[in-house]
């Protein structure tokens, strides 16, 4: 019995790996029929009546416009000597993504995807909010000078000028391009999907609103602290009473719990865009009372991948964001000791300012 429940396994495994390489032979088939289809228009050959848009997938139109964001970012950081343009379209891409699946099913079925249009409305909110946040900051200033993410030039200066090169084209501005347009991938899986908004649907739309209020929250009392820290000159700033102020880095509010909580709620916002596309697939196993392990198993999908991707990125991006953080404010590791780097979780203790405020 034993043997047989593992050549089950290993053959259901078998099965998952050839449904995953059928389906990207069929993906990379439809992107090469939409080059053919492309480069027949621009030599006059192809037929003025089809139109490439309407005649092919939408995920193979969809990695044409990665395609061209790549080429953007890579250029204009070369041009501008600026590699934040990954970063200027960061909240913007996404968005564009999400609408280009939603169009693309209207245009070709005449119908309206509700499932998919709730989901592209709140992935909108996502970016809207984001990019309030970063042009507050300043991140877009004029078209060739803006504000650049202060780890690139510290970057530059520690690489060899042909390897940063390297660095940008190949992690700056195609990795980052191609993860964006990974993490709206989901949205292709909800096209495919039912039509109609559910019950499931609506419990992870109220999910991927709270995380986002928390977001929201967040970055608003870091923005508060660093406008006032940044109002003081330093040389003042030992002398202030505020020991956070003193301290230089904000401990208070959601940070008291979470050292990154804008962090964590934006990596779980696009685990709620990627659970949003398995939630027929979790109805219907629910329906089938089917064993959660084997719901489970039938959610995964390539289109996940985005997720991991993300929260790798965001892992690597807090450590070597901190270790800035920690070399300008040695404080900073009482902090690191007894609040969670991610994740919000109660406090280990109290750090100095917390001790210095209840003295107060």
Same mark, same amino acid.
């Given at each position: 019995?034993?043997?047989?429940?593992? +050549?089950?396994?290993?053959?259901?495994?078998?099965?998952?790996?050839?449904?995953?390489?059928?389906?990207?032979?069929?993906?990379?088939?439809?992107?090469? %029929?939409?080059?053919?289809?492309?480069?027949?228009?621009?030599?006059?050959?192809?037929?003025?009546?089809?139109?490439?848009?309407?005649?092919?997938?939408?995920?193979?139109?969809?990695?044409?416009?990665?395609?061209?964001?790549?080429?953007?970012?890579?250029?204009?950081?070369?041009?501008?000597?600026?590699?934040?343009?990954? @970063?200027?379209?960061?909240?913007?891409?996404?968005?564009?993504?999400?609408?280009?699946?939603?169009?693309?099913?209207?245009?070709?079925?005449?119908?309206? =995807?509700?499932?998919?249009?709730?989901? +592209?409305?709140?992935?909108?909110?996502?970016? &809207?909010?984001?990019?309030?946040?970063?042009?507050?900051?300043?991140?877009?200033? &004029?078209?060739?000078?803006?504000?650049? @993410?202060?780890?690139?030039?510290i970057l530059r200066k520690k690489m060899h000028p042909v390897v940063f090169l390297v660095f940008n084209l190949t992690f700056i501005a195609t990795y980052q391009n191609v993860l964006l347009f990974w993490i709206a991938v989901p949205a292709y899986e909800?096209?495919?999907?039912?039509?109609?908004?559910?019950?499931?649907?609506?419990?992870?739309?109220?999910?991927?609103?709270?995380?986002?209020?928390?977001?929201?929250?967040? @970055?608003? !009392?870091?923005?508060?602290? !660093?406008?006032?820290? =940044?109002?003081?000159?330093?040389?003042?700033?030992?002398?202030?009473?505020?020991?956070?102020?003193?301290?230089?880095?904000?401990?208070?509010?959601?940070?008291?719990?979470?050292?990154?909580?804008?962090?964590?709620?934006?990596?779980?916002?696009?685990?709620?865009?990627?659970?949003?596309?398995?939630?027929? &697939?979790?109805?219907?196993?629910?329906?089938?009372?089917?064993?959660?392990?084997?719901?489970?198993? !039938?959610?995964?999908?390539?289109?996940?991948?985005?997720?991991?991707?993300?929260?790798?990125?965001?892992?690597?991006?807090?450590?070597?964001?901190?270790?800035?953080?920690?070399?300008?404010?040695?404080?900073?590791?009482?902090? !690191? +000791?007894?609040? %969670?780097?991610?994740?919000?979780?109660?406090?280990?203790?109290?750090?100095? %300012?917390?001790?210095?405020?209840?003295?107060?």
């Amino acid at each position: 019995e034993g043997r047989q429940k593992t +050549a089950a396994r290993l053959i259901l495994r078998m099965e998952h790996w050839v449904h995953f390489q059928k389906e990207w032979a069929a993906i990379w088939g439809e992107t090469l %029929s939409y080059n053919h289809c492309v480069f027949e228009k621009l030599v006059g050959r192809g037929s003025s009546e089809d139109s490439c848009f309407a005649a092919h997938d939408s995920l193979a139109s969809g990695i044409y416009l990665c395609c061209a964001f790549i080429i953007y970012s890579f250029v204009w950081s070369i041009v501008g000597r600026n590699c934040s343009k990954v @970063d200027q379209i960061w909240s913007i891409v996404p968005v564009v993504y999400c609408w280009h699946f939603f169009l693309h099913y209207c245009y070709t079925t005449n119908e309206i =995807h509700y499932r998919m249009l709730l989901l +592209a409305s709140l992935v909108t909110l996502w970016g &809207t909010r984001l990019t309030f946040n970063f042009w507050r900051k300043d991140g877009y200033g &004029t078209f060739f000078t803006h504000e650049e @993410d202060y780890r690139w030039p510290i970057l530059r200066k520690k690489m060899h000028p042909v390897v940063f090169l390297v660095f940008n084209l190949t992690f700056i501005a195609t990795y980052q391009n191609v993860l964006l347009f990974w993490i709206a991938v989901p949205a292709y899986e909800v096209i495919n999907g039912p039509r109609e908004i559910a019950v499931g649907d609506l419990v992870v739309a109220g999910l991927f609103a709270a995380l986002l209020i928390m977001e929201t929250i967040a @970055d608003e !009392q870091h923005w508060v602290f !660093q406008s006032l820290k =940044h109002s003081i000159p330093p040389e003042q700033r030992s002398k202030l009473a505020d020991p956070e102020l003193r301290q230089g880095f904000y401990t208070s509010g959601l940070f008291k719990y979470s050292r990154h909580p804008n962090y964590f709620a934006e990596q779980a916002m696009w685990l709620c865009v990627f659970l949003y596309s398995t939630t027929p &697939t979790i109805a219907a196993g629910i329906a089938a009372s089917l064993p959660l392990a084997q719901i489970a198993q !039938q959610c995964l999908h390539w289109t996940g991948l985005g997720c991991i991707q993300l929260m790798l990125l965001f892992q690597g991006s807090m450590n070597f964001g901190e270790s800035i953080t920690l070399s300008k404010y040695p404080a900073y590791k009482d902090y !690191q +000791a007894v609040t %969670s780097m991610c994740i919000p979780m109660p406090s280990k203790g109290m750090t100095h %300012s917390d001790a210095s405020k209840k003295s107060n």
